[in-house]
């Protein structure tokens, strides 16, 4: 038991530093800065509340100019970080099928009065036990689920919602893409049990379906050999 418990331990070793050279090679701009400010982030003890608090943290070993430096001017390569979390090993249900979950989960920013492109977000609570609006910026998240009682998640993308975007329409296109990533990293082939997508009883579920049935007809499974998203 011990040779394989080791033999995953190396497995998932070399599977993270796999993620961690592509997540490196995808800062294409002050790299060294924002990978560093990344595991500060990871590894600090509570909430962050503030920046200036990351650049004390032992992980990050330049000055707090440096991480304002590369929160200004670093740049990432989007579409190369989705590529490697899509290769990622991904959570799949007990019939080995994919499932993905799909929300949106507000990022408040109720006294930020200079950010551009805030929302009305709903929200709940807030120490009156009441639904509110709150300003701030929604993002749609996408994630694979994990069979069992399990908190656990893999994200496999996130889109902010800008104020009057069509709900409906972004969520079809990120889930869409989602799938089609999946496939190109091998996590779906032919003759695989269909990707469940889930969504909560907030969404147009039947708009959303005709519009994947007229953006995309491989997605819904009228392609022969494409992957089914089943809603």
């Not at 994919?98 to 709940?124: E, G, I, K, M």
């Not at 989602?178 to 889930?198: F, I, M, S, T, Y």
Request: aromatic content about 6%.
């Amino acid at each position: 038991m011990s040779l394989v418990h080791q033999g995953v331990l190396r497995d998932a070793f070399a599977e993270v530093s796999h993620f961690r050279s592509e997540l490196y090679a995808s800062l294409t701009a002050r790299g060294d800065t924002l990978f560093e400010l990344r595991d500060a982030l990871l590894c600090t003890d509570g909430p962050v509340r503030t920046l200036v608090d990351l650049a004390l943290a032992p992980e990050h070993r330049r000055g707090h100019g440096a991480l304002y430096g590369g929160l200004n001017q670093g740049r990432i390569d989007v579409a190369r970080l989705r590529r490697a979390l899509a290769g990622m090993p991904l959570p799949r249900a007990a019939d080995g099928r994919l499932v993905l979950a799909v929300d949106v989960s507000p990022w408040l920013r109720p006294d930020a009065n200079t950010c551009a492109d805030r929302s009305f977000c709903h929200t709940f609570g807030r120490g009156e036990g009441r639904h509110q609006m709150v300003p701030g910026r929604p993002y749609s998240v996408v994630a694979a689920l994990e069979t069992g009682r399990t908190s656990w998640t893999a994200v496999l993308d996130a889109f902010r919602l800008k104020p009057g975007a069509d709900v409906a329409a972004v969520t079809t296109a990120q889930i869409r893409e989602v799938v089609e990533r999946l496939v190109a990293a091998g996590q779906w082939r032919p003759g695989d049990p269909e990707v469940l997508v889930v969504l909560d009883a907030g969404y147009d579920a039947p708009r959303i379906a005709r519009v994947s049935d007229a953006a995309s007809p491989g997605l819904n499974g009228a392609g022969r050999g494409s992957p089914r998203a089943d809603r």
